[in-house]
Nanobody, 121 residues
Framework: QVQLVESGGGLVQAGGSLRLSCAAS????????MAWFRQAPGKEREFAAL????????DYADSVKGRFTISRDNAKNTVYLQMNSLKPEDTAVYYC??????????????WGQGTQVTVSS
């Protein structure tokens, strides 16, 4: 089992920045690719970013490419999502997930409880 706990969400004005963190405990963190997904009210959960087990490769949804950066620190069992130039349409609950590197949520076995990000216009 892997337990994931997100933090760092909040309310920010459009154009601002936030940094989300996801702390993992349980099984060996580097065994898993990590990803961030998000779910806006009334919408399905969607992929935002992923990072491979040792951070050598990353991938982003087109909607966040160039604005969001995913990173991980395997020594601290933590994955991060730096979000810059935030837009109101980035408002969502953000979830971190551990599993196999994919943009599909079905490839992730473990999920955090989510952290709310609200971007005001």
């Amino acid at each position: 089992q892997v337990q994931l706990v997100e933090s760092g969400g909040g309310l920010v004005q459009a154009g601002g920045s936030l940094r989300l963190s996801c702390a993992a405990s349980g099984r060996t963190f580097s065994n898993y690719a990590m990803a961030w997904f998000r779910q806006a009210p009334g919408k399905e959960r969607e992929f935002a970013a992923l990072i491979s087990r040792y951070g050598r490769s990353t991938d982003y949804a087109d909607s966040v490419k160039g604005r969001f950066t995913i990173s991980r620190d395997n020594a601290k069992n933590t994955v991060y999502l730096q979000m810059n130039s935030l837009k109101p349409e980035d408002t969502a609950v953000y979830y971190c997930a551990a599993g196999r590197a994919s943009s599909s949520s079905y490839e992730y076995d473990y999920w955090g409880q989510g952290t709310q990000v609200t971007v005001s216009s």
